[in-house]
């Protein structure tokens, strides 16, 4: 099972028959790793409808015929444009062939009228992946560690769009998960931020932190 970073907040999760992809935003990523001609998945999985996020999500649906699981707007989005969609939202929760998707509350603009930004809780053959998302720090990210054993949490640390390192010290507190990952940093100098620090400072409170460099792949 592996975790693949292509930068900003686009992730591939996989084993060797099933392929989820998060916030596929890889043209005009300024750390564009893969086109998306080529990359592959079953699942796409969109937190909200900001550019950055959203990305190719309608290409690369068209392609590969994957499904986007996201937003009930999103969902709507993609089936106007002929794309399979799974329409959720906010605290809803549903099964799939690979285990089932939470859809969790992201503080954030939804990109999309009538929308509302999410994050997700993935339970991926028995391992499970808290994606935040673009969001603020909000107190229930505690209710949320107490309803999921989380595995690993994918954080945005970036600051001026969403919570910076800071508050991302304390969300990794509440959501106490086996494994921190950075996320949503670096893309441009207005969310440069330092990795290592944030990582020295999750780490004081005894939760480990894996900094993946685009391009790089974990084993989970």
Not at 86 to 109: D, E, N, Q
Not at 141 to 168: Q, R, S, V, W
Request: charged share 20%; with cysteine; aromatic share 10%.
């Amino acid at each position: 099972m592996e975790l693949k970073f292509w930068g900003h907040s686009c992730f591939s999760l996989s084993d060797s028959n099933t392929h989820l992809l998060f916030d596929p935003f890889l043209t005009d990523n300024p750390n564009q790793l893969i086109s998306a001609d080529r990359i592959e998945c079953d699942y796409i999985l969109v937190s909200h409808g900001h550019f950055d996020h959203l990305g190719d999500t309608l290409k690369i649906a068209k392609r590969t015929k994957a499904t986007v699981i996201s937003t009930a707007e999103i969902a709507r989005l993609c089936n106007e444009n002929d794309c399979q969609a799974h329409g959720m939202h906010l605290g809803g929760k549903h099964s799939f062939p690979f285990g089932y998707v939470r859809i969790t509350l992201a503080f954030h603009g939804s990109g999309i009228p009538g929308g509302h930004a999410c994050g997700f809780v993935v339970n991926f053959f028995g391992k499970t992946i808290y994606f935040a998302g673009d969001t603020a720090l909000f107190g229930d990210m505690a209710l949320l560690g107490k309803l999921e054993n989380i595995d690993y949490a994918l954080l945005p640390i970036g600051d001026n769009f969403t919570m910076g390192p800071d508050d991302a010290v304390i969300a990794a507190s509440l959501l106490k998960p086996k494994h921190v990952i950075p996320m949503h940093y670096d893309t441009w100098p207005l969310i440069k931020q330092d990795p290592q620090a944030y990582k020295k400072a999750v780490e004081d409170q005894g939760i480990p932190v894996i900094i993946i460099k685009p391009g790089e792949t974990l084993t989970i």
